[in-house]
């Protein structure tokens, strides 16, 4: 028995590099743009499903999508050096989605007849909603309430609950690369070969390329596969269906994408704002912050750091409700969540370095300035990304099952609330999802239209919905009693900045803030 017992351990051991230890320069800046590369997938999809819907021409999505990566770089330089501090891409979000359809699908901008201008008024009542909405992750990140609902969670709660942040994005993987598999599952297969069954070959001397670069290798290959698939003709006669996922020129960002140009606030106006947008907004905003809150939970420990102080959490939920500021600003078309890919990049690479993520958002502010070489970048087919989530987003999903390892999960009560948490956190939005479209507004249908978009908004979210079941449950049946097996004595010393003598190394504010912004 001794020899197949493995002990809980605070710290993942299989990493290269943690939050505060950096590789060479040359191999960071390299790393540093693999990030960009991976954020580029959610930061294009969005976009494209949105602006033709807002009646935004290709040019209008192109723009989108370069405002959308500048204010990324900088909501991710602002996380990195004074939120949570840790190495997480802050970018577009897919959970923004519902309550952006019900703004879009507002009678009176459908009695705009000119595509162009129902593009501007309907971009400028989303920004109206995100910079209201913005003030829910604002108050409740500053005021430190995130940070005190945050005692409610354990080891036992928290693993369900980021297993959900991988496994909910289920859809985004296997289903999308399953539109153009000629491309998808040879992706898929080259990743998986470099990153795991080549990684200790080292054709250059120190540095495991195969390790350290799996997604930059396989994404030249499969893309100049790609690119020769598409000048031959392959998918000429193809539905229009196959031709989105697989084709290189489909998406029309290089001959629309300007040269240069920098995106700034107010650029399409000044926003409109009305009630009902902004509360439906307010659905996303809290999704969001809950996705966020198991993406830092990953994000700290696939940087082999501690789990991030109440604090700390809450400090970073007030910044990224000022990044949703900077959305409704600037004029994203979306909010923001933390990326869950990139997450899950960090455990691929074996590398959790901060300053790889910090050089990162650099890129993606020159790229987006530079707009026909960031488009380039932004034509890689979908099916590419949809086998990279296959592997990122199921690598993020681990990393909160790994939390079990603090609990009994030889207790009947643990292994109904984990089990129940991730079924329904899994079975009720897809339940929710089969009934919605933009045009009827999904499960929740009553007369007023922000009440459904806010409903819909939460229920859809596998995270949001875990947390609910997940935090109930274990607050409730046999709390003192199941002390222990809950994982308490572990977690509780991790509540509090000065629990442990490690959160000051991994989470102090730089150029000696702490002195005017102490830990409460």
């Known amino acids: 028995m001794a020899d197949i ?10 990493l290269e590099y943690c939050i505060d230890s950096n590789p060479p320069w040359a191999e960071t800046i390299v790393l540093a743009f693999q990030n960009y590369i991976v954020m580029l997938g959610t930061s294009v999809m969005v976009p494209s499903l949105l602006v033709p819907a807002m009646g935004g021409s290709d040019g209008d999505k192109a723009r989108v999508i370069q405002t959308l990566l500048f204010v990324a770089g900088i909501k991710t330089l602002l996380q990195a050096l004074f939120g949570t501090r840790l190495p997480a891409v802050v970018g577009g979000s897919f959970a923004y989605v519902v309550p952006i359809a019900y703004i879009i699908n507002d009678s009176k901008f459908h009695r705009i007849t000119d595509n162009h201008e129902r593009f501007i008024q309907t971009m400028r009542a989303i920004q109206g909603a995100l ?19 945050s005692r409610f969670f354990s080891p036992l709660g928290m693993a369900p609950v980021v297993g959900l942040v991988g496994l909910g994005l289920f859809e985004r993987g296997f289903p999308e690369l399953g539109k153009c598999v000629e491309i998808g599952i040879p992706m898929l297969l080259l990743v998986i070969g470099f990153s795991q069954y080549l990684k200790h070959v080292r054709p250059l001397r120190d540095v495991p390329i195969f ?25 000429r006669d193809k539905p229009d269906r196959t031709q989105v996922s697989c084709r290189t020129d489909r998406a029309n960002l290089i001959s629309t994408a300007p040269w240069f140009k920098f995106p700034y606030p107010l650029q399409w106006g000044p926003p409109t704002f009305s009630a009902g947008h902004s509360f439906a907004m307010m659905s996303a905003v809290l999704v969001s912050m809950v996705e966020s809150t198991g993406s830092y939970k990953a994000a700290s420990r696939l940087a082999i750091a501690t789990p991030p102080p109440a604090y700390v959490l809450s400090r970073g939920i007030g ?30 690479t074996r590398v959790g370095s901060r300053r790889v993520v910090q050089i990162s958002a650099g890129f993606m502010i020159f790229f987006s300035t530079l707009g026909k070489f960031g488009a380039v970048f932004a034509s890689i087919p979908a099916a590419i990304y949809a086998a990279l989530y296959c592997i990122l987003f199921g690598l993020v999903a681990s990393v909160g099952l790994s939390f079990l390892q603090f609990t009994n999960m030889n207790s009947m009560r643990n292994l109904i609330i984990t089990g129940l948490s991730l079924f329904l956190g899994i079975s009720v939005p897809h339940f929710f999802s089969e009934y919605w479209n933009p045009a009827h507004h999904g499960l929740i249908h ?8 806010f409903l819909n908004t939460i229920f859809s979210s596998p995270a949001t919905v875990g947390l609910i079941v997940a935090v109930f449950l274990d607050n409730t049946i046999e709390v003192e009693k199941a002390k222990k097996d809950r994982g308490m004595p572990w977690w509780v010393k991790f509540r509090t900045f000065r629990g442990d003598s490690r959160n000051e190394e991994f989470y102090t504010l730089p150029f000696n803030l702490n002195r005017f912004f102490p830990p409460t």
């Open 446 to 453: 009553t007369n007023a239209g922000w009440f459904n978009a």
């Open 211 to 235: 390790e350290r670069f799996p997604v930059l290798i396989c994404i030249a290959i499969i893309w100049i596969y790609s690119l020769i698939l598409t000048a031959s003709g392959a998918y």
């Open 5 to 14: 017992t493995h002990p809980p351990m605070d710290q993942l051991q299989d």
């Open 131 to 149: 910079i209201v909405a913005s003030s829910i992750q604002i108050i409740l990140g500053y005021s430190q309430v995130w940070g005190l609902f």
């Open 319 to 348: 910044w990224q409700g000022i990044g949703v500021l900077l959305d409704g600003l600037y004029g994203t078309g979306t909010g923001s969540t933390v990326s869950v890919e990139n997450v899950g990049l960090l455990g691929l």
